[in-house]
């Protein structure tokens, strides 16, 4: 499928569908050209600093406002409210969702499996798998409580968004900002995935510091869709995500009716095979924050409230070094998910769609298996780690697991046996 993009992250973007119909000079004059709406979107505050500050401006055939009344409807097994199970310090790891027999959409095929903070406080995250067999063909979403991190694992999304569109594959990702109205067909029939929405401040590429100008996530790597408007009238439904809940109203047109729009809070997508990879070549392993892609900056200078890291291929060279991931006890919550490949701390039980959860100190690391082969390995010859793309959510508050998540069929129960046979070898009589 042919779309076409533009580049960067958080820029300042003008874009129409219909020549002439941005305006020049102000963002909303008495006459609209073509006969359209001006509308604002914020993202941001209004006074919000001008580097943080996110809109954008659009010229519509109709405003946002003329839709239906919302009613509350049933939200399966999408979950807000983390306070129905204690939290626990246990290892936690799953399979991945089976496809639904139903007709199953994206919105309605989201599982809440953790999460941490509150959208009516505007901090934390959630964290859902989706697995949906249907197109969004006469609904329309849009998030009031969040940012949507969408991570695809199975099968092609065509995002169909307010400001354009957007086609995403496995190993790409999709954010979607608080608020834009989209739609989700499914171009292979199927798809599966992570999804984690964002409570907190809105998703930014990190500062690199030491590392310099370059590296990591590069801006330009960053697609944003061009204006594409839809002037579609029908018996739609429109449904939206508010204070935690799921809200449906009748809207009688598509609100995907943008010609023209200018601004910066703005969906786009990513290919993690475009991360540059910062690693050792001396000896040891650098911090895993190394491998940080988005960051969503909390009031604590230097601990986020979310991070997006990635765990992509690259080159392993540290010498006289133990190269899997070492044996961790982290203050932040780890959730974990693998897009394609094998991860190199697991040897088994770890597979593409599953995921894991490693709270608050709770002890984790390579297992049995994958430490006896690391500790025979000749780390004189380097060593390519080729087919992977792992990541992780990561938050510097509890995630709590939700009551699906722990008596989820899914759940690998005996998980935690993974590291009994790490067995003792100290002798102090040898070193």
Known sequence: MDLQYQTGFGNEFASEAVPGA????????????FGLYAEQISGTAFTAPRSHNRRSWTYRIRPGAVHGTFHQIDQGLLVSDFTAVAATPNQLRWDPLPMPEAATDFISSWVTMAGTGSPDAQCGCAIHLYAANADMTDRYFYSADSELLIVPQLGQLLIKTELGRLLIAPQEIAIIPRGIRFQVMLPDGTARGYLCENFGAVLRLPDLGVIG??????????????AHYEDREGDFELVAKFSGHLWSARIGH?????????????????????????G???????????????????DTPGVDGLDFVIFPPRWLV???????????RNIAAEFMGLIHGEYDAKAEGFVPGGASLHNCMSGHGPDAQTFDRALVADTSRP???????????????????TRYAMESPQRQTRYAECWQGLTKHFNPEQK
Not at 213 to 226: C, H, T
């Open 213 to 226: 100008a370059n590296g990591l996530a590069n801006p330009r790597d960053f697609q944003v869709p061009v």
């Open 254 to 278: 598509s609100p995907l009716d943008v010609a023209a729009w200018h601004g910066n809070h703005a969906p786009c997508k990513y290919d993690l095979r475009r991360f540059n990879t910062v």
């Open 383 to 401: 060593h390519r780690v080729a087919d992977t793309m792992a990541f992780m959510f990561e938050t510097r508050a509890i995630l709590r697991p």
């Open 22 to 33: 941005l305006p020049v000079g102000q963002n909303s004059p008495q006459r609209v050209a």
């Open 318 to 328: 540290a010498e006289n070094t133990f190269r899997p991931p070492w044996f961790h």
């Open 280 to 298: 050792s070549i001396s000896y040891d392993h650098p911090d895993p924050s190394i491998f940080l892609v988005l960051q969503s900056q909390s």
